[in-house]
């Protein structure tokens, strides 16, 4: 009978975790987790033919918190909880930029911009030697600059204001995604797709064809564990983008804001504009877990680059697409036990790109205690 010796080199009987959700948290979530032991049997169960959630269908914002965004959450958040928000989408970010090269994911570290065409900056304009001293030891300068004076240069229109946001960048979420799962493969990390998840009962997963059990399970699938999981206040909610054709424009390279960063645009190759979002002016169509985009907000959209970009082309959009976030009553994330073999690693807030590393580190950090116990 043959004896093979490198049999004896694998662990037998190790642990098998299974992440549900193959987006930022779940990707993140299953490198921290062979970081912390190899010598697990880690599958990642997606529930699509390939990654289709929010991390592959956002606008590509590497960003913090504009000044508008903070001012608001101070109404409700004391100054800690901002800062620790801010540092954590702030981590996650580094973390992200450590697991893969900047060259992979189209990182471009051209900062954030956030514009304002009324006179309720003027408050905002004064806040921000306070929030600057209060985000300080994060970022180890100014975080917020005035840069009004050279609006000229920015290619822009009707605004009154413009505040820079240092340190912020812009990605291609899909090519985030495949280096995430490029690493995940090089370390032997396998993956289920069109594995439809209907239910998890203590540590098997249920699915239209049967079940499957695991020693350990992590949820990962943001907005979409809402049904799942009615004690964490999951509000699906759906963000639409649009990317025009080509363009005569010079709009400065970076990522824009407007309105507490409820409006985003960005440019991206091929001499094109990315812009999405509005969903708080259309909040009875958005609450919704429905991808698709509607001609209400498209036109909102439309009209807002014509009064605000200038540019020497007739603007029209060529892509569409939606996203579904996953926000609650607060803007803190769910890392919580949910029963003795499952983690929850859920509602992102619409912050998945800076927060998804470190809500997954965090994640598998925890489900170890569990395997532990």
């Known amino acids: 009978m043959e004896k093979i010796f490198w049999d004896s080199t694998l662990i037998k009987n190790a642990p098998k975790i299974g992440i549900i959700g193959s987006g930022i948290t779940g990707l993140s979530a299953a490198l921290s987790l062979y970081e912390l032991n190899p010598n697990l049997r880690i599958e990642v169960l997606e529930k699509h033919e390939r990654p289709f959630g929010a991390s592959v269908r956002n606008a590509g914002f590497s960003c913090f918190g504009s000044l508008s965004e903070l001012f608001s959450d101070s109404k ?7 800062y620790s928000l801010v540092e954590k ?12 090269s900047h060259s992979d994911i189209c990182y471009e570290a051209v900062g954030g911009y956030e514009v304002f065409d009324d006179s309720e900056n003027i408050e905002l304009l004064e806040k921000i030697p306070f929030y600057n001293k209060l985000l300080f030891p994060i970022f180890k300068k100014d975080f917020f600059k005035d840069q009004t004076h050279q609006f000229k240069n920015f290619g822009l229109k009707n605004f009154s204001s413009i505040i820079k946001q240092q340190e912020e960048g812009l990605i291609n979420p899909q090519k985030m995604i495949r280096a995430l799962i490029y690493n995940c493969k090089s370390k032997g990390i396998t993956f289920k797709y069109n594995y439809d998840v209907k239910e998890i009962q203590d540590n098997l997963v249920i699915t239209t064809d049967g079940w499957e059990k695991y020693d350990g399970i992590i949820v990962a699938n943001n907005a979409m564990a809402s049904e799942w999981f009615p004690q964490f206040s999951i509000q699906p909610v759906r963000n639409q983008v649009y990317v ?3 363009l005569t424009c010079n709009l400065k390279a970076g990522g824009y804001h407007y309105d507490q960063g409820y409006i985003y645009f960005r ?3 091929g001499n094109r504009i990315l812009i999405g979002g509005a969903r708080n002016k259309f909040p009875n169509t958005e609450s919704t877990h429905q991808f698709g985009t509607t001609l209400e907000i498209k036109n909102y959209l439309l009209q807002f680059l014509k009064n605000h970009l200038v540019c020497k082309s ?6 569409e697409w939606s996203g579904i976030l996953g926000v609650g009553p607060v803007k803190a994330p769910v890392i919580q036990p949910v029963n003795p073999f499952t983690i929850a ?7 998945g790109v800076a927060l998804g590393t470190n809500v997954g580190e965090q994640a598998a950090a925890k489900l170890i205690e569990l395997l532990d116990k």
């Open 345 to 351: 690693a859920v509602r992102m807030g619409g912050m």
């Open 76 to 82: 409700h958040m004391d100054e800690n909880e901002i």
């Open 314 to 319: 007739n603007i029209t959009f060529e892509f």
């Open 267 to 269: 440019n991206v190759e």
């Open 244 to 246: 025009t054709t080509p």
């Open 89 to 100: 989408r702030y981590l996650g970010i580094q973390k992200l930029l450590g697991r893969v």
